[in-house]
C-alpha cells in the first residue's frame, strides 16, 4: 500500500522560501518518477514539478519555472520541492505524487502554502 506524507508548508510573506518535503513508503521509489501538483481553492489540480527516477531529469511548469527546484533523495524515499520567491498565486493545498502510473495511488493529505502580500 503506497503512502505519501507531504510537510514543510505554512505561512510566509510574498519572497520568501519554503521547502516541501514528501516522505513515501510502498513504492519501488528508486524506479518511480515523482512529481509535485498543487490545488488552489476553486481550481483543479495541476503539475507543477517532476523529476527522473534518477533525479537527472527535472520539468516544471512555467508558472514556477526559475523559482522552484524539485529534487529526491532515493536512499529515504523522499521528494523535496524547494520554492524560492514565493508569490501570492503560488497559494494552495501542494501534493506529491508519481505522474507514471494509472491510476496514480491514492492521494495524502498536502501541504497547506499560504503567500500573504
Known amino acids: 500500500q503506497v503512502q505519501l506524507v507531504e510537510s514543510g508548508g505554512g505561512l510566509v510573506q510574498a519572497g520568501g522560501s519554503l521547502r516541501l518535503s514528501c516522505a513515501t513508503s510502498?513504492?519501488?521509489?528508486?524506479?518511480?518518477?515523482m512529481g509535485w501538483y498543487r490545488q488552489a481553492p476553486g481550481k483543479q489540480r495541476e503539475l507543477v514539478a517532476s523529476?527522473?527516477?534518477?533525479?537527472?531529469?527535472?520539468n516544471y511548469a512555467d508558472a514556477v519555472k526559475g523559482r522552484f527546484t524539485i529534487s529526491r533523495d532515493n536512499a529515504k524515499k523522499t521528494v523535496y520541492l524547494q520554492m524560492n520567491s514565493l508569490k501570492p498565486e503560488d497559494t494552495a493545498v501542494y501534493y506529491c505524487?508519481?505522474?507514471?502510473?494509472?491510476?496514480?495511488?491514492?492521494w495524502g493529505q498536502g501541504t497547506q502554502v499560504t503567500v500573504s502580500l
Open positions: 505524487n508519481t505522474p507514471s502510473q494509472r491510476p496514480q495511488p491514492a
Open positions: 510502498g513504492l519501488i521509489f528508486s524506479f518511480t518518477p
Open positions: 523529476i527522473s527516477n534518477g533525479g537527472t531529469t527535472t
